[in-house]
């Protein structure tokens, strides 16, 4: 039995923000998943719209046709790659394939644009499986940082179901293989330029190429797409005009549009004009005439007849960070009212020089965007481009800032007014308005902070990275956030001010804290707070040595811990700062605990308590309840903590969360057994548990498994605990949480000596000592006496 009341230090929980400010509380999960356990199957649809005048394609529908039909094994997971050169209709195909079949697949559809091919580098495996999971109804908060707990979450939640993925412009195998389902009910379609032949010969997909089109398909398409507003064009010129597109979609639609535009000019001379932008092409390049070639042509051909604000438009998206983009942004970016650039952008779909996306968003294909900005560079001056490109970031600086102090108004970044708001900057109504926002943009703000950086605006990088870092802690976005914080090290570096460079020390320690990389953590805190105290700045100190408390906490050096928050307290209450200090003093009652000493974290918890419901704290109120429960427990006050555990529990009812409901239950549950109610305490262990495995939290549902095994110990129900902690110690160990495996190991010895398993009872016995000789608190000292004692009774 455990001789220490049950708890056990709690840091290697889910991937929540708790932890990079404050050590127990939960920011995730308040508005994004609500009563998960009731919740339906979320059931995504995410297919794009299908191709108008989709022409042909018999022979490689039926190749895919045979494969969605099954008759493979059981265990064989459906992978088709189409595979082609740029503008051979790849996703066109995909899609309209995927529309024929949707109807087999009712747990819905996934869809990712992986921009293989784009300006700005790959989307890494890892944050698609970020997207997917939240698509699935993962709350971000709870998304799993490593991309192979991604990777078990996301085959898992597919197992039980038929679903299409379609994996839209990979980059090679090593890009798709991580975001392949693991159940034969799923069907994955991925489109590449590249003939990704690991996924042929390793994982047996099967690899359908695309040539362009054939002469009479080609033809049949211009005139599909041209018959509602041509008379009937002689097909030996529909011909010639497919034969200077190459014969290639992308281009043929673009050259019908233009067609269609002009009805009375006879085709021939819109031919003619097409011919002399291919032979003023051919003088430009020395390569080789093709594909590339004849799309570089008609882009030029199309361009050229858009009117002035169209053209204009067209050329300054070519300067956006990326590929898709609402009209807020656009009307930035080009200087207009919202109202004055919708038009042109019609005019650029109209055109097929832009696709229209769902929600209001716009999107170019690659080779466009790379056209658009190669115009952009020939027309535009350098000063007119930096012009243009500042006014878009700082646009995207200040709707970031808008949005972190919707969604993390209490961790939010003050920012100044190097960059001044521009007057369509966005505000947002609520909680919903601004996340929907982020999760939208994210890709663009990362980009954002990447362009900055390299065209020459590293000031204006490291005030995107850090304005966003509240976002990112509370929604876990672990890759953009160690993305953009590595960038505005060296962009603060680059600007020359070490304030900067502090704030995206911090911001990067912070990120790795919650990676786990504890090392790197520890460097970038550490050299953090060099500069701020170089510069004086003692609000950032008091952020530094508070973030070394932390650390020293996670590394369970509870003595480093206490003092650094000690410190830091002292700092924040010198500034007059009520909330850091009780967010600190709130570290400080969990080390006190962890320590022994519960009635020193009592009365700090009370100070903490009321001036977080004087700010309207909410997480915060209940992580101090929580605590002091905790410290009510541990000096044997048992009635004060029964009240204080039941008001934070009220707290996660009354705000929806599931993720401080599944936390908070466990401490309930370890008083209830400290009160003699191990039947209680069991129940609430299990609701618990049922909560962290539905929320994907693996490390708390470790915990309350390990409780729910001392339950069943105090009701002397041992196999049964047995089984628990055996439960607990296998998914500890695969988290590689040393303290926290140690823990169960202790229990699960005890367990198994009470139920007459002594052959196994010695070498976890031994295990747990070598265990713990890693820590030198006193609660860890005296499970290592305890140890010794009974494996020197059994020698």
Not at 275 to 294: C, F, H, K, N, Q
Not at 543 to 572: I, P, Q, T
């Amino acid at each position: 039995m455990s001789d220490t009341g049950g708890h056990t230090n709690r840091f290697e929980g889910s991937a929540s923000a708790h932890g990079v400010v404050q050590a127990q509380v939960i920011h995730g999960g308040v508005h994004l998943s609500p009563h998960m356990q009731d919740a339906p199957a979320i059931v995504p649809r995410q297919l794009l719209g299908g191709t108008r005048h989709f022409v042909n394609r018999a022979h490689e529908l039926s190749r895919l046709r045979r494969l969605a039909s099954g008759g493979g094994a059981p265990s064989v997971v459906p992978l088709a790659v189409i595979t082609g050169t740029a503008g051979v209709g790849k996703t066109s195909l995909a899609v309209h394939w995927a529309h024929s079949i949707r109807a087999h697949y009712p747990g819905g559809e996934l869809y990712a644009n992986l921009r293989g091919h784009a300006v700005d580098v790959p989307v890494p495996p890892d944050k698609v499986l970020g997207r997917f999971l939240e698509d699935l109804g993962v709350p971000a908060s709870l998304v799993p940082v490593e991309r192979e707990r991604r990777e078990a979450m996301f085959r898992s939640l597919l197992a039980d179901r038929r679903m299409l993925v379609i994996l839209d412009n990979a980059v090679d195998s090593g890009q798709v293989r991580p975001l392949l389902p693991g159940s034969a009910g799923c069907l994955t379609v991925v489109t590449s330029r590249n003939t990704l032949s690991g996924l042929v010969t390793q994982e047996g997909a099967l690899r359908v190429r695309l040539a362009t089109l054939p002469t009479p398909d080609a033809v049949l398409l211009l005139r599909t797409a041209t018959a509602e507003y041509r008379g009937r064009d002689r097909r030996a010129d529909l011909a010639e005009l497919a034969r200077l597109c190459a014969r290639l979609p992308l281009a043929l639609r673009i050259a019908a549009e233009r067609a269609a535009s002009w009805p009375s000019m006879p085709l021939r001379e819109l031919i003619d004009d097409l011919r002399a932008e291919s032979a003023l092409w051919d003088v430009l390049t020395t390569e080789e005439r093709g594909g590339p070639e004849a799309m570089r042509s008609v882009f030029e051909w199309s361009y050229r007849a858009l009117p002035e604000p169209a053209a204009r438009l067209f050329r300054l998206l070519g300067l956006h960070p990326g590929n898709e983009f609402g009209l807020p942004a656009v009307a930035a970016l080009a200087g207009v009212e919202p109202a004055a650039a919708r038009p042109q952008l019609d005019t650029l779909v109209s055109a097929h020089l832009l696709e229209r996306r769902p929600a209001g968003r716009y999107e170019f294909h690659d080779l466009l965007r790379a056209y658009a900005a190669d115009r952009a560079r020939s027309t535009e001056s350098e000063a007119e481009r930096r012009e243009i490109l500042q006014r878009c970031l700082a646009w995207y600086l200040h709707a970031a800032d808008a949005a972190q102090r919707t969604l993390a108004p209490f961790d939010r970044y003050e920012l100044d007014d190097r960059f001044p708001a521009p007057g369509d900057a966005p505000r947002f109504d609520g909680y919903e308005s601004a996340f929907q926002w982020y999760r939208t943009e994210s890709g663009n703000l990362v980009t954002a902070v990447r362009v900055a950086a390299g065209a020459g605006f590293p000031d204006l990088a490291w005030r995107l990275a850090v304005v966003l870092r509240a976002v990112h802690m509370h929604h876990n976005a672990f890759d953009d956030w160690g993305a953009t914080a590595r960038i505005a090290v060296e962009a603060a570096v680059a600007a020359e001010e070490p304030a900067g460079q502090a704030e995206a020390l911090e911001s990067l320690g912070k990120a790795a804290f919650q990676a786990l990389r504890l090392d790197e953590a520890r460097d970038c805190h550490r050299s953090a707070l060099a500069i701020r105290r170089r510069l004086g700045d003692r609000r950032g100190t008091a952020v530094s040595v508070n973030a070394l408390g932390l650390l020293g906490l996670r590394l369970r050096r509870l003595d480093e811990a206490r003092s650094h928050f000690e410190d830091s307290a002292a700092l924040f209450r010198e500034l007059g700062d009520s909330r850091w200090t009780a967010l600190i003093q709130s570290n400080l009652a969990e080390a006190l605990c962890e320590l022994g000493r519960y009635d020193e974290a009592a009365r700090i918890l009370e100070r903490s308590l009321a001036d977080f419901r004087a700010l309207g704290d909410r997480g915060s109120e209940g992580n101090a309840l929580f605590l002091l429960c905790w410290a009510g427990r541990g000096s044997g006050d048992l009635d004060p903590a029964g009240e204080a555990i039941a008001s934070a529990l009220a707290i996660a009812r009354q705000e929806d969360n599931q993720v401080w409901r599944g936390h908070w239950l466990l401490e309930s549950a370890r008083l209830e057994r400290a009160r003699g109610n191990p039947e209680g305490s069991l129940r609430l262990c299990q609701e618990s548990a049922g909560i962290q495995r539905r929320l994907g939290d693996t490390a708390r549902e470790a915990f309350a498994q390990d409780g729910a095994g001392e339950a069943c110990q105090a009701l002397g129900r041992y196999g049964e605990a047995v089984e628990w902690h055996r439960q607990a110690v296998a998914l500890h160990r695969g988290l590689g949480a040393r303290w926290q495996l140690a823990g169960a190991l202790y229990h699960l010895a005890d367990a198994l000596d009470a139920s007459g398993e002594h052959e196994e009872v010695r070498a976890v016995r031994e295990e747990t000592r070598e265990l713990l000789r890693e820590f030198d608190d006193p609660q860890a000292v005296a499970r290592a006496d305890r140890l010794a004692r009974l494996l020197n009774d059994a020698s």
